[in-house]
């Protein structure tokens, strides 16, 4: 007999959910995190960095409407935020784990690794189980330069007592965007790098580059074409080379992206495959190569790599586990980068629907909208995907004030294939950013 039913690699969204929802059903479950109890998004990511960034939206908010009804400065106050962000979590871990414990889930602290299709082998001990579930989230890919040692994690960044008066972002992605412009509502000297001609690849193309001239406007440097090829430490600081500009920086973070958290696992002991993406799954979240361990999460390469999309493929890890008929549907997922305004999207791109004759986008350029000037915003425009003659509403990609929440009513549209006349049909409450829907699909 196995050691348990079923061992759950990781204890963010993804692993808490398998592991309480196997436990809920009586089977015997155990939970292995070699990272304190909790996960990414509540310790290191999503909700602390929430808690952070509401400080530059109030500050961006004032600097906005400065002369325009609003006098005085106001500043983030750097040490006085990131306590607050401590308290936010402080306790997540022992509540996580209180938690699991109450629900009969055994919990194991250590480095998790294969060594049989089905068992691991955590601070020397070897468990076997019916099913593995591997939930080891994501981590900084690998740089690859000189110095890459001296460039800081984000989750670092975001527990400074003191914000240095230089900051560099490596790499122009969602991590970058959005603590940037932190960083220079706190005072600091900002600059990014991105080794392409494009920065936010995930997102549209017009409105990414509509954003890179609204943070230059906020005296954030943008350096395209810039790939990082070393970092050094010099008499005044540091200095990051690329080949087009050196930069001068007394932090340098890391903002190139994230992936699959399994090279670790030895996962060729258990014959599970996998590649730069993470765990390669069938539609119910279980391996190709070995139906006993299954993934979820960012170790699962079925994306995206998003909070709700990791707590649906638990769900279907639960329900596969019990046997129960269960796929992950992928349909209508929205993703938001927290930038200053937000850029969102959801559904197809405007790429994927050039090529389509059934297809048309519908581009806004919302600069002069109410919504956007009372505000003091200048920087703000909506690019739609439709299907012509039906009217259904297929893809979203939104920059502005409150495009995180707007975004929300098109993923309803593409997940149940809503139609623009119905989302039109609909009396939204007015003047507010939702009614601008209405104007979006007219």
Known sequence: MNDFDVLVIGTGVAGTTVASGCAAQGLRVAVADRLPYGGTCRLRGCDPKKVLLAASDAVSRAESLSGRGVDGRVRVAWPELVRRKRDFTAGVTEHTEAWLSGAGVALLHGEARFVAPDAVEVNGRRISATAIVVASGAAPVHLGFAGQELVVPAHEFMDLDELPPRVVFIGGGYISFEFAALARCAGAEVSILQRGARVLKEFDAELSALLVERYRTLGVTIHLDAPALEVRHERSGMMVRTPAVDVRADLVVHGAGRAADVERLDLDAAGVAWDGRGILVDGHMRSVSNPGVYAAGDAAAAGPPLTPAAGRQANVVVKSILGRDAEYDARGFASVVFSDPPLA??????????????????????????????????????????????????????????????????????????????????????????????????
Do not use: C, Q
């Open 345 to 442: 999207r959801v559904g197809m791109s405007v790429e994927e629907a050039a090529d389509d004759d059934d297809l048309e986008v519908a581009a806004f350029d919302m600069s002069g909208w109410l919504t956007t000037r009372r505000l003091g915003h200048t920087h703000a425009a909506a690019r739609i995907v439709r299907e012509k003659g039906s009217g259904r509403i297929l893809g979203a990609h939104l920059l502005g004030p409150n495009a995180e929440e707007v975004v929300n009513i098109f993923a309803l549209a593409v997940r149940h294939g809503l139609t623009a006349s119905t989302i039109a049909d609909t009396v939204w409450a007015y003047p507010t950013s939702g009614y601008d829907v209405s104007y979006m699909v007219g």
